[in-house]
């Protein structure tokens, strides 16, 4: 009230001397005027969308509240706690994402994650989780009531349930196999854990956020990737060869096959028409056997015998010419 | 006039001091211990508004709420010699603040309290147990991406008896027994939130975890040389399958040609042998004899007959000029 002071004033320098009369009957409605606009500024408190409101009186839970605009007895009788209950809040672990303008970077070599994320499996070996969970409040007045920090409590419940799952988890199935288990199990007994407590927190999702294999071991991990597709490869190159080999053998051999067959045509077809010329000569030969016989023979001594450049006719009665011909010479020869 | 109204003012604060001494609000979140003269008299649970002894008495707070306590990480020796560093959690709360006020004070030596329970507690604890009994919470079977890895992990294993979570009841029983009643505080949780080798052993684990998956890549390498090895194989096998068949059919139909055509033949030519035998001769007369051909002919053969005259024959004069 910045009016106050000049008003109890004037009425020291002013109104005492003029009368006191007028302070008499003014000065208790001014109080209580004030009182009122003090009291009904008070009174009234908003709760904005996103949230809702718990009400204290004397310290004792009287109601929750949602958004809007509402009356409360003031002086501190009635205590408000208001608390966003439509946000879904973030909770990391293994990394942390820091703002920086307009882009957030996520920053996995933060220094206090590195406890949060490297976990023993239940072979016995190392696996680095990160994981986010996303939460909100689902009544208002047991966030407020029954634990004190509500966020370390969420935190706390988390690595240690994380842990529990993948200490009873396989190395392959915390990098690859089980996760989606993991993520739903982590959900389940995350709210379990926090239902016992009474936190008024409801769990909406956790997330993997890029199980690894610690750095010192990755390419080793990496290398059985790389092995796993190089097998693929030699096999399917070795399939492309078989596949590419097999049918041209095929066709080789069908080939072969109808070419037989030709012969097999041919070769019948030829002796069938061999022997039909044949039969047709003999039935004519039957009329005039001899004479065609002759005919034949001097026919074929006629083609014969010019093709002949040395042709020796020798009369059986001389005897010893064989010498004078040459053919010892020719027998040397050979 | 002027000092009636400064008597009443002073009556009205000797009101309000007399009333806010005598009244206090115990709100939801907190409980009270009321003391007289720094004695503590009564707890106070109940919520609201509350009516003491103005001047004389006192109200002091504790936090009715689950409160938290977050131990560090300490090396603990486990059964079977592993080396291992755990951090535990706690969550607590203080149901009787009268003697919590009498026998602890302040919230702070309640946590340096449970910081000393807690931790031997743990340690006791899991010392008594293998590593794997700790760490593992069932005996559920583990699954790999390799056969082989099963197999490994199938001749390493142990029955787990117990569990993590029958182990944190442990420890929690164990706490709580430590506590016996005597603090007002009640242990509401304990787990176990990082459990891992110490620093110095981890680089032997790496090494374990690096030449078991480099002998896996191994594995798979040698793997495909074999799948290719057997793909190949066959792939031989059965061109050799094809190439034999191919030519097993196409010799077997090309003697059947020859077979037939034999057949064919002999059964025309047995019926005139003899004029085959003659029509053939003269055939290979025709290709048998040509330009490089030495012929040495006797004059006593049928052809040249003539050439020595007519003196023998004279039927064979007619049959030549019959010609």
């Given at each position: 009230?910045?009016?106050?002071?000049?008003?109890?004033?004037?009425?020291?320098?002013?109104?005492?001397?003029?009368?006191?009369?007028?302070?008499?009957?003014?000065?208790?409605?001014?109080?209580?005027?004030?009182?009122?606009?003090?009291?009904?500024?008070?009174?009234?408190?908003?709760?904005?969308?996103?949230?809702?409101?718990?009400?204290?009186?004397?310290?004792?839970?009287?109601?929750?509240?949602?958004?809007?605009?509402?009356?409360?007895?003031?002086?501190?009788?009635?205590?408000?706690?208001?608390?966003?209950?439509?946000?879904?809040?973030?909770?990391?672990?293994?990394?942390?994402?820091?703002?920086?303008?307009?882009?957030?970077?996520?920053?996995?070599?933060?220094?206090?994650?590195?406890?949060?994320?490297l976990m023993l499996t239940a072979d016995l070996n190392c696996a680095?989780v990160?994981?986010?969970?996303?939460?909100?409040?689902?009544?208002?007045?047991?966030?407020?009531?029954?634990?004190?920090?509500?966020?370390?409590?969420?935190?706390?419940?988390?690595q240690s349930v994380m842990r529990t799952l993948v200490g009873d988890l396989s190395i392959?199935e915390v990098?690859?196999?089980g996760?989606?288990?993991i993520?739903?199990m982590?959900?389940?007994n995350?709210?379990?854990?926090?239902?016992?407590?009474?936190?008024?927190?409801?769990?909406?999702?956790?997330?993997?956020?890029?199980?690894?294999?610690?750095?010192?071991?990755?390419?080793?991990?990496?290398?059985?990737?790389?092995?796993?597709?190089?097998?693929?490869?030699?096999?399917?190159?070795?399939?492309?060869?078989?596949?590419?080999?097999?049918?041209?053998?095929?066709?080789?051999?069908?080939?072969?096959?109808?070419?037989?067959?030709?012969?097999?045509?041919?070769?019948?077809?030829?002796?069938?028409?061999?022997?039909?010329?044949?039969?047709?000569?003999?039935?004519?030969?039957?009329?005039?056997?001899?004479?065609?016989?002759?005919?034949?023979?001097?026919?074929?001594?006629?083609?014969?015998?010019?093709?002949?450049?040395?042709?020796?006719?020798?009369?059986?009665?001389?005897?010893?010419?064989?010498?004078?011909?040459?053919?010892?010479?020719?027998?040397?020869?050979? | 006039?002027?000092?009636?109204?400064?008597?009443?003012?002073?009556?009205?604060?000797?009101?309000?001091?007399?009333?806010?001494?005598?009244?206090?609000?115990?709100?939801?979140?907190?409980?009270?211990?009321?003391?007289?003269?720094?004695?503590?008299?009564?707890?106070?649970?109940?919520?609201?508004?509350?009516?003491?002894?103005?001047?004389?008495?006192?109200?002091?707070?504790?936090?009715?709420?689950?409160?938290?306590?977050?131990?560090?990480i300490?090396d603990i020796l486990t059964r079977d010699k592993e080396n291992i560093g755990v951090a535990s959690?706690?969550?607590?709360?203080?149901?009787?603040?009268?003697?919590?006020?009498?026998?602890?004070?302040?919230?702070?030596?309640?946590?340096?309290?449970?910081?000393?329970?807690?931790?031997?507690?743990v340690?006791?604890v899991v010392s008594a147990y293998p590593l794997k009994e700790v760490l593992r919470n069932s005996n559920r079977k583990l699954?790999?991406?390799?056969?082989?890895?099963?197999?490994?992990e199938?001749?390493k294993k142990v029955i787990i008896k117990k569990g993590r979570d029958e182990i944190t009841a442990e420890i929690?029983?164990?706490?709580?027994?430590?506590?016996?009643?005597?603090?007002?505080?009640?242990?509401?949780?304990?787990r176990i939130k990082y459990i891992n080798y110490v620093?110095?052993v981890i680089?032997?684990i790496?090494?374990r975890m690096?030449?078991?998956?480099?002998?896996?890549?191994?594995?798979?390498?040698?793997?495909?040389?074999?799948?290719?090895?057997?793909?190949?194989?066959?792939?031989?096998?059965?061109?050799?399958?094809?190439?034999?068949?191919?030519?097993?059919?196409?010799?077997?139909?090309?003697?059947?040609?020859?077979?037939?055509?034999?057949?064919?033949?002999?059964?025309?030519?047995?019926?005139?042998?003899?004029?085959?035998?003659?029509?053939?001769?003269?055939?290979?007369?025709?290709?048998?004899?040509?330009?490089?051909?030495?012929?040495?002919?006797?004059?006593?053969?049928?052809?040249?007959?003539?050439?020595?005259?007519?003196?023998?024959?004279?039927?064979?004069?007619?049959?030549?000029?019959?010609?």
């Amino acid at each position: 009230m910045p009016d106050y002071g000049p008003r109890r004033k004037q009425p020291d320098i002013n109104f005492e001397q003029i009368s006191l009369q007028p302070l008499k009957k003014f000065l208790p409605p001014i109080i209580m005027l004030l009182f009122i606009i003090i009291s009904g500024y008070s009174a009234f408190y908003t709760v904005k969308a996103n949230e809702e409101a718990v009400i204290l009186r004397f310290g004792k839970y009287k109601e929750t509240v949602g958004p809007g605009l509402h009356t409360k007895i003031p002086y501190g009788i009635d205590k408000i706690l208001k608390g966003e209950v439509k946000t879904i809040y973030n909770e990391e672990f293994g990394f942390r994402t820091r703002q920086r303008g307009n882009t957030s970077i996520i920053d996995y070599e933060f220094p206090e994650a590195q406890e949060e994320k490297l976990m023993l499996t239940a072979d016995l070996n190392c696996a680095e989780v990160n994981w986010v969970i996303r939460y909100k409040i689902k009544a208002l007045e047991e966030y407020f009531f029954n634990v004190r920090d509500v966020r370390e409590t969420i935190r706390g419940i988390s690595q240690s349930v994380m842990r529990t799952l993948v200490g009873d988890l396989s190395i392959d199935e915390v990098l690859t196999i089980g996760r989606i288990e993991i993520e739903q199990m982590a959900k389940e007994n995350i709210q379990n854990g926090l239902d016992e407590y009474k936190c008024g927190i409801s769990i909406q999702s956790v997330l993997l956020k890029g199980v690894d294999p610690p750095i010192a071991v990755k390419d080793a991990f990496n290398a059985v990737n790389q092995a796993i597709q190089n097998k693929d490869k030699i096999i399917n190159e070795a399939e492309g060869q078989k596949n590419k080999l097999l049918p041209a053998a095929e066709g080789k051999k069908e080939q072969a096959i109808r070419e037989a067959e030709g012969y097999y045509v041919r070769r019948i077809n030829r002796a069938t028409g061999d022997v039909k010329a044949f039969l047709a000569v003999y039935e004519e030969y039957k009329k005039a056997e001899d004479v065609t016989r002759r005919r034949l023979f001097l026919e074929t001594m006629a083609d014969v015998l010019p093709k002949c450049e040395k042709l020796y006719i020798i009369d059986k009665d001389l005897k010893g010419l064989l010498p004078i011909l040459g053919l010892n010479e020719e027998g040397i020869k050979k | 006039m002027k000092r009636n109204v400064i008597i009443i003012l002073i009556a009205i604060g000797i009101i309000a001091i007399f009333l806010k001494s005598s009244m206090y609000v115990v709100d939801e979140r907190l409980q009270a211990v009321i003391t007289q003269f720094g004695k503590p008299v009564r707890t106070v649970k109940e919520h609201g508004l509350h009516v003491k002894t103005p001047f004389i008495q006192d109200v002091r707070y504790f936090n009715k709420r689950i409160l938290n306590w977050t131990g560090e990480i300490s090396d603990i020796l486990t059964r079977d010699k592993e080396n291992i560093g755990v951090a535990s959690w706690a969550r607590w709360k203080i149901v009787d603040p009268l003697s919590f006020y009498t026998s602890l004070g302040i919230e702070a030596r309640g946590q340096g309290l449970l910081d000393e329970v807690i931790e031997s507690a743990v340690k006791n604890v899991v010392s008594a147990y293998p590593l794997k009994e700790v760490l593992r919470n069932s005996n559920r079977k583990l699954e790999y991406t390799t056969k082989e890895l099963e197999v490994a992990e199938e001749t390493k294993k142990v029955i787990i008896k117990k569990g993590r979570d029958e182990i944190t009841a442990e420890i929690l029983a164990m706490a709580r027994r430590s506590l016996e009643d005597r603090y007002g505080i009640e242990l509401v949780d304990v787990r176990i939130k990082y459990i891992n080798y110490v620093a110095a052993v981890i680089p032997k684990i790496y090494d374990r975890m690096r030449s078991e998956r480099i002998r896996i890549a191994n594995k798979y390498e040698s793997e495909g040389r074999r799948e290719e090895a057997e793909i190949l194989g066959t792939m031989r096998k059965e061109l050799e399958r094809i190439e034999s068949e191919g030519y097993r059919t196409a010799e077997e139909t090309r003697g059947q040609a020859d077979a037939e055509a034999i057949k064919i033949y002999a059964e025309a030519y047995t019926k005139a042998p003899e004029l085959y035998s003659f029509l053939k001769t003269l055939e290979t007369y025709k290709t048998t004899i040509s330009a490089q051909t030495r012929l040495i002919l006797n004059t006593d053969g049928e052809y040249f007959r003539y050439l020595k005259g007519f003196e023998k024959d004279g039927g064979a004069v007619e049959a030549w000029s019959l010609e």
